[in-house]
């Protein structure tokens, strides 16, 4: 047999072995599972005294545990790292029993009652200068009773306490070794007792990148990693999903076509769900033009929410007729409205002394669809005097000019949604502190209107009585205009078909109970 055929052979048949023995390799060595989720924007904080936006609480969800959390894909209620729980006839004392060999990651110890008390008292601290210390101020003390049972003590009955410590901002509990050691890096490298670790956070992209957590207590999660990749166009993140780039994506309905797109792949499942988000422009009240109640009304009647709702968004979102949506306990359609009338508006405007209008700055993020919305308002309120300057700007810088230096003159409030209990959404929008003469929370804008409302709502611990509580607080932002609802929210939610057991939370983050979701990764498409 000549040489070079014997040669060939014997290479031919080596690396045919080769290839057997990869194979089973590979089979007996189970691929890594990673899920991909597509955010349009980069986190501002992964702190929870600091987590202001729902794209951060959906990762911090992840990483920290709560005392109270809520059933897979519902609001019912069960003990997360409380097993259990009491509460006095009079509503001011809870009692939390703790579970026992919970770890905090990157060998920060074993949870103890310490660290709950800590988490909260670091949040109500003036000097944690926390978001939203006010969800709280209903604590008089905490007292440790021993390792494994913490006391929260009320000033007074608190009619949503439990929805306050349950998965919301503040709530997580945190390592207080690892805060009082990392200090403000804290924020960068968070820890907590959740079902997945952080192992990185691209300062650059905005990426983060979470590992499955082997110690965690519950649900064991299904796959080894979690990460959060930013894709700032909504449309460049829904290919990335068709493609199998990434396995989760929020759809921008937006954009012509894409819903009708989606759903007619047999490739991706769609997911929809009627929650409490919504949008509205906010009005600063600091603002020399704007603190006039008449030049609000007047861009209010100047804003046809029609073109923006049926044209632009083709219907996939419903007219706002009020501050509250269906979603939220209380809810009233009974208010003042603002039907699209440029001719009271131009009245309105003469009446404030602006019969010719004026010039403000509109602030806006550069993400998703509130450019286009903004460009819309802005042809509208040209009609009637008013000329708009759009500034365009990444998240994190737009989040800089509203919460944090309450510049921003005209803006969106885009929110997620909230739990039912109405109450939440009032502190978290209009929280104020009439002793520093400020707002607290994400009440940008200086709105301070609510606070004799809030106080009442808080502390009445019978339902009737908080519905006709929100009902006058719906009714007097309406007239004063502290902001201006356009929308509430339809939220539409794209995995691939090789995703399994993922459910929409009811903050539409879909940050909620990532644990049990896992991923088939034999109809996954191979980038």
Same mark, same amino acid.
Do not use: C
């Given at each position: 047999?000549?040489?070079?055929?014997?040669?060939?052979?014997?290479?031919?048949?080596?690396?045919?072995?080769?290839?057997?023995?990869?194979?089973?390799?590979?089979?007996?060595?189970?691929?890594?599972?990673?899920?991909?989720?597509?955010?349009?924007?980069?986190?501002?904080?992964?702190?929870?005294?600091?987590?202001?936006?729902?794209?951060?609480?959906?990762?911090?969800?992840?990483?920290?545990?709560?005392?109270?959390?809520?059933?897979?894909?519902?609001?019912?209620?069960?003990?997360?790292?409380?097993?259990?729980?009491?509460?006095?006839?009079?509503?001011?004392?809870?009692?939390?029993?703790?579970?026992?060999?919970?770890?905090?990651?990157?060998?920060?110890?074993?949870?103890?009652?310490?660290?709950?008390?800590?988490?909260?008292?670091?949040?109500?601290?003036?000097?944690?200068?926390?978001?939203?210390?006010?969800?709280?101020?209903?604590?008089?003390?905490?007292?440790?009773?021993?390792?494994?049972?913490?006391?929260?003590?009320?000033?007074?009955?608190?009619?949503?306490?439990?929805?306050?410590?349950?998965?919301?901002?503040?709530?997580?509990?945190?390592?207080?070794?690892?805060?009082?050691?990392?200090?403000?890096?804290?924020?960068?490298?968070?820890?907590?007792?959740?079902?997945?670790?952080?192992?990185?956070?691209?300062?650059?992209?905005?990426?983060?990148?979470?590992?499955?957590?082997?110690?965690?207590?519950?649900?064991?999660?299904?796959?080894?990693?979690?990460?959060?990749?930013?894709?700032?166009?909504?449309?460049?993140?829904?290919?990335?999903?068709?493609?199998?780039?990434?396995?989760?994506?929020?759809?921008?309905?937006?954009?012509?076509?894409?819903?009708?797109?989606?759903?007619?792949?047999?490739?991706?499942?769609?997911?929809?769900?009627?929650?409490?988000?919504?949008?509205?422009?906010?009005?600063?009240?600091?603002?020399?033009?704007?603190?006039?109640?008449?030049?609000?009304?007047?861009?209010?009647?100047?804003?046809?929410?029609?073109?923006?709702?049926?044209?632009? =968004?083709?219907? +996939? *979102? %419903?007219?706002? /007729?009020?501050? &509250? $949506?269906?979603?939220?306990? @209380?809810?009233?359609?009974?208010?003042?409205?603002?039907?699209?009338?440029?001719?009271?508006?131009?009245?309105?405007?003469?009446?404030?002394?602006?019969?010719?209008?004026?010039?403000?700055?509109?602030?806006?993020?550069?993400?998703?669809?509130?450019?286009?919305?903004?460009?819309?308002?802005?042809?509208?309120?040209?009609?009637?005097?008013?000329?708009?300057?759009?500034?365009?700007?990444?998240?994190?810088?737009? =989040?800089?000019? +509203? *919460? %944090?230096?309450? /510049?921003?003159? &005209? $803006?969106?409030?885009?929110? @997620?949604?909230?739990?039912?209990?109405?109450?939440?959404?009032?502190?978290?929008?209009?929280?104020?502190?009439?002793?520093?003469?400020?707002?607290?929370?994400?009440?940008?804008?200086?709105?301070?209107?609510?606070?004799?409302?809030?106080?009442?709502?808080?502390?009445?611990?019978?339902?009737?009585?908080?519905?006709?509580?929100?009902?006058?607080?719906?009714?007097?932002?309406?007239?004063?205009?502290?902001?201006?609802?356009?929308?509430?929210?339809?939220?539409?939610?794209?995995?691939?078909?090789?995703?399994?057991?993922?459910?929409?939370?009811?903050?539409?983050?879909?940050?909620?109970?990532?644990?049990?979701?896992?991923?088939?990764?034999?109809?996954?498409?191979?980038?």
């Amino acid at each position: 047999m000549d040489k070079r055929i014997v040669a060939v052979a014997i290479v031919v048949a080596v690396a045919v072995a080769g290839y057997f023995a990869y194979t089973q390799f590979f089979q007996q060595t189970p691929q890594e599972k990673v899920l991909i989720i597509a955010r349009t924007n980069k986190p501002s904080s992964l702190d929870p005294a600091y987590i202001v936006w729902t794209n951060d609480y959906a990762i911090g969800a992840n990483i920290y545990s709560t005392l109270i959390g809520y059933k897979p894909g519902t609001r019912e209620m069960y003990g997360d790292l409380a097993e259990s729980w009491e509460v006095s006839e009079n509503g001011t004392v809870y009692i939390f029993h703790l579970r026992k060999g919970v770890k905090f990651h990157k060998g920060y110890g074993e949870l103890k009652a310490s660290d709950v008390k800590f988490t909260f008292e670091r949040i109500l601290d003036p000097k944690t200068n926390a978001r939203y210390p006010d969800f709280f101020k209903s604590i008089d003390h905490i007292e440790v009773i021993d390792d494994y049972t913490i006391k929260f003590v009320l000033k007074y009955p608190d009619s949503a306490f439990l929805t306050y410590i349950a998965p919301w901002r503040n709530s997580f509990i945190v390592s207080q070794k690892a805060v009082e050691e990392l200090g403000k890096d804290f924020s960068f490298n968070p820890v907590g007792t959740g079902p997945f670790m952080f192992e990185s956070w691209d300062s650059e992209t905005g990426d983060v990148v979470l590992v499955a957590n082997p110690d965690y207590y519950g649900e064991k999660p299904k796959v080894d990693k979690v990460i959060y990749k930013v894709i700032e166009d909504p449309y460049t993140a829904y290919l990335a999903l068709e493609r199998g780039e990434v396995d989760i994506v929020t759809l921008d309905t937006s954009i012509s076509g894409l819903l009708e797109r989606a759903k007619s792949n047999p490739n991706v499942k769609v997911y929809e769900k009627i929650g409490g988000g919504s949008l509205s422009i906010t009005f600063n009240l600091n603002h020399p033009i704007l603190k006039d109640v008449r030049v609000r009304r007047a861009i209010a009647y100047a804003i046809n929410k029609t073109e923006i709702v049926q044209g632009l =968004l083709k219907g +996939t *979102v %419903v007219e706002a /007729k009020g501050f &509250l $949506s269906p979603a939220y306990i @209380g809810y009233t359609e009974d208010v003042p409205q603002y039907p699209y009338d440029p001719e009271k508006a131009k009245q309105l405007l003469a009446e404030a002394g602006y019969p010719n209008g004026f010039e403000i700055d509109f602030y806006t993020p550069s993400s998703g669809v509130y450019p286009k919305i903004a460009t819309i308002i802005q042809a509208q309120l040209a009609k009637v005097g008013i000329k708009v300057n759009i500034r365009q700007m990444d998240f994190a810088a737009w =989040l800089e000019a +509203t *919460v %944090v230096t309450g /510049k921003a003159e &005209l $803006s969106f409030m885009p929110l @997620g949604g909230r739990p039912p209990e109405s109450v939440v959404i009032f502190t978290n929008l209009f929280s104020f502190d009439p002793t520093k003469d400020k707002p607290t929370g994400i009440n940008f804008m200086w709105y301070d209107g609510l606070v004799d409302l809030l106080k009442k709502m808080q502390r009445e611990p019978d339902l009737q009585k908080r519905i006709e509580l929100y009902r006058q607080a719906q009714v007097k932002i309406m007239q004063d205009l502290p902001l201006y609802p356009i929308y509430w929210s339809k939220v539409y939610v794209a995995t691939g078909v090789w995703v399994k057991n993922f459910n929409i939370d009811d903050f539409n983050s879909h940050g909620d109970w990532l644990e049990y979701v896992d991923i088939d990764l034999s109809k996954k498409p191979k980038p």
